[in-house]
């Protein structure tokens, strides 16, 4: 099964950048592709967030799960994590989708097109670091479902 993360904003080189790619090249049971998007022009708040979604919903699978990061959604451990990945892999499922919004959220457009919608934690963590911790927290879903002692319970 591929991985789709769709993330507004480019992330460039830093060493949150550098954190990302070590994640993702980990990655070889479930291969990440990771799409970054960015609406141009001087947008209102809500007209920015609409284009926004709207480049991510281009970008996500067109069939399969997509999961909306969002601050609302639901918490999952690490291994309930990793039980939906296994979960739809034995299903069949080609590819799965993240969608992470901007600095304003996702717009309703994805929420509606989501499968469903995860969170990590009560708090509210920046865009551009939500897309390392999705990756780690992908990365160890690889090794739980891989019996691999990375993941401690």
Known sequence: MRIVIAAVGRLRQSPTRALLETYLGRMTAFPVDLREVQARGNLAP?????AEGALL?????ESGPIIAMDERGDDLSSQAFASLLAAWRDQGKAACGFA???ADGL???VQHRATRTLRFGRATWPHMLAR?????????AQQILAGHPYHRD
């Open 132 to 140: 390392v911790l999705l990756a780690e927290q992908l990365y160890r």
């Open 46 to 50: 809500e007209k920015l967030k609409a």
């Open 100 to 102: 992470i919004g901007g």
């Open 107 to 109: 717009d309703q457009s």
């Open 57 to 61: 919903l281009q970008v996500l699978p």
